[in-house]
């Protein structure tokens, strides 16, 4: 998985309990993203990163925020699950720059479930 | 466009046949398209690209074609294994913005029948 690590891999929680998913990388990629993955909906973008400390929102923001303080870490925060964020989530890196260097690898995913 | 998982697009082929999969795109400034194949339970996994200016590329046991005409993509797997099945979607850059941002299709559902 192109040096993505993404923990945990499986968590239930409950309604209203903060969770933190964390995305750690070897590759030294500058860009990195959050999405979520349900049936009916495909891949959504939900925060993304182009720099330490630089972040910004995707198309399904609510609910969700990161923080990335090193270039390796970009940490994904539900600040109260509900559960409408039962999904799996995805972390993807890129290089960034042109053409081949905007390919996204994606780690391996942790599924989520908020009962 | 097609759920994931539900409704999708599928495609079941015995092995050894050869498998076409099919995308349409939008964005007619896109400079280059990526296909990822998605194993169940796994993350997707990025198999192949071309750039705008070019109309076939060959991989190993695939081959991706450009049609910009009718904006339109094609994956062509040689052989197909059951090793093969599984979700496979494309993506183009998301409409001009930059941080290397795509946007991906709903995805078709290949099945390898040994």
């Known amino acids: 998985d192109a040096g993505i690590t993404q923990s945990p891999r499986h968590k239930v929680t409950e309604t209203g309990t903060p969770v933190t998913l964390r995305c750690h990388q070897t590759?030294?990629?500058?860009?990195m993203y959050w999405y979520r993955q349900d049936p009916g909906h495909g891949l959504r973008l939900i925060h993304y990163?182009?720099?330490?400390?630089?972040?910004d929102k995707g198309e399904v923001s609510d609910g969700y925020s990161v923080s990335r303080s090193k270039t390796e870490d970009f940490l994904l925060t539900l600040e109260s699950a509900t559960s409408s964020q039962t999904s799996v989530y995805f972390c993807?890196?890129?290089?960034?720059?042109?053409?081949?260097?905007?390919?996204?690898?994606f780690g391996a995913g942790t599924r989520l479930s908020v009962l | 466009g097609e759920s994931v998982g539900l409704h999708l697009p599928t495609l079941s082929v015995q092995e050894g046949d050869n498998s076409i999969i099919n995308c349409a795109y939008s964005n007619s400034a896109s400079d280059y398209f990526i296909w990822y194949k998605q194993e169940s339970g796994k993350g997707p996994q990025f198999i192949i690209d071309?750039?705008?200016?070019?109309d076939k590329r060959q991989g190993q046991r695939v081959t991706v074609l450009l049609n910009k005409t009718v904006k339109h993509l094609s994956l062509q797997i040689a052989a197909t294994q059951p090793g093969d099945s599984a979700v496979y979607f494309c993506?183009?850059?998301?409409?001009?913005?930059?941080?290397?941002?795509?946007?991906f299709g709903q995805g078709t559902i290949l099945t390898v029948h040994p």
């Open positions: 590759e030294n990629h500058r860009y």
């Open positions: 993807a890196i890129s290089e960034g720059g042109r053409i081949a260097k905007n390919i996204q690898y």
């Open positions: 071309i750039r705008s200016n070019m």
């Open positions: 990163s182009y720099g330490v400390k630089d972040t």
């Open positions: 993506a183009e850059p998301d409409g001009g913005t930059s941080y290397g941002k795509l946007t």
